[in-house]
């Protein structure tokens, strides 16, 4: 099932190319805000599932004529895998497992802009990953049990400012500036998803493909991360955990980028990109930048403010 937010927040069911409004069959969720109603779903699934999916056989509006929302408005925790893939079998071994948190502030949805903020970087640039949504409260999970933990997956995008200084605290600033985690544009439950391990990722800037990579290629899989997670503080139902990319694809996001994100099986998610100081880089990957003998892990700015030195 794949479940959704769509206009001023109703709560809709996707089936093809429609959407079927059911929230009036949650309007007995405490809520303070669209986040409680879609935990409240996921917590009492088990029981709601029979009645959405009945539902969903009705009548609904085209997708075409609606805006999506953010299926997680605002999760108590995002949690970002860092550096947790093998680069196409490249590395010689696994990275140390490592992650950090975004703040919830920084979710938009599908449709949405992602803004760059008026600050000194080195490039910005926008990682491809698949989402897991947690679906009851985890604490000291063992992986053997991690994949009772999820309630489904969605698409995400990890915005990111590289080269802030000083560069002792490089993850706050790095990565949870406003709108810097596209999210969307549904929930798949879990059910729908054969195999997360084994899910092509692909995103294009302006309709070119840069990241191209399978969840296969994790250094840390998804029951290794949700258990190491855990270990450390709980996360509750609605939580999301994205579970890293492929660097080797990264590219500039610059202004008036359209961006597309698809995780198989979870749809796609469109933004844009606006920059409103208009700044500047070669339009290359981070491999394409290596395989050309560039300096360093990414190409240079080549203009607007904060181009000169960098």
Same mark, same amino acid.
């Given at each position: 099932m794949k479940l959704a937010f769509f206009d001023d927040y109703r709560l809709g069911v =996707? $089936?093809?190319? #429609? +959407?079927? %409004?059911? $929230?009036?069959? +949650? #309007? %007995? =969720?405490?809520?303070?805000?669209?986040?409680? =109603?879609?935990?409240g779903v996921i917590e009492r699934f088990d029981a709601l599932k029979a009645k959405l999916a009945d539902a969903a056989k009705g009548a609904g509006k085209p997708i075409s004529q609606i805006r999506f929302r953010p299926p997680l408005p605002k999760p108590e925790n995002i949690i970002c895998m860092a550096v947790n893939y093998m680069e196409n079998g490249t590395l010689k071994e696994p990275a140390p497992i490592n992650a950090f948190m975004k703040s919830p502030s920084s979710i938009i949805g599908d449709g949405d802009t992602m803004a760059l903020p008026d600050m000194a970087a080195s490039i910005f640039e926008g990682e491809a990953e698949l989402a897991l949504v947690i679906g009851k409260h985890a604490s000291h999970v063992k992986a053997a049990d991690a994949m009772n933990y999820i309630f489904g997956y969605t698409n995400f995008i990890d915005g990111s400012a590289r080269g802030v200084v000083p560069p002792t605290?490089?993850?706050?600033?790095? #990565?949870?500036r406003d709108t810097f985690a596209p999210i969307g544009p549904y929930v798949v439950t879990a059910d729908e998803i054969k195999n997360p391990q084994k899910l092509q990722i692909t995103l294009t800037n302006n309709g070119v493909v840069y990241q191209n990579f399978n969840t296969d290629d994790m250094a840390h899989n998804i029951p290794r991360c949700v258990e190491w997670v855990t270990s450390i503080h709980a996360l509750e139902p609605g939580d999301i955990l994205a579970t890293g990319t492929n660097h080797r694809g990264l590219n500039p996001f610059m202004d008036g980028d359209k961006i597309e994100l698809t995780c198989e099986g979870c749809g796609t998610l469109h933004i844009t990109v606006r920059d409103d100081l208009k700044r500047s880089w070669a339009r290359i990957t981070r491999l394409q930048h290596r395989e050309s003998g560039g300096e360093g892990v990414h190409t240079k700015q080549t203009g607007g403010k904060y181009a000169a030195g960098r």
């Open positions: =996707v $089936t093809g190319d #429609k +959407v079927v %409004d059911v $929230t009036d069959l +949650v #309007k %007995d =969720v405490p809520r303070l805000g669209p986040q409680d =109603v879609m935990r605290n490089v993850f706050y600033q790095m #990565k949870s």
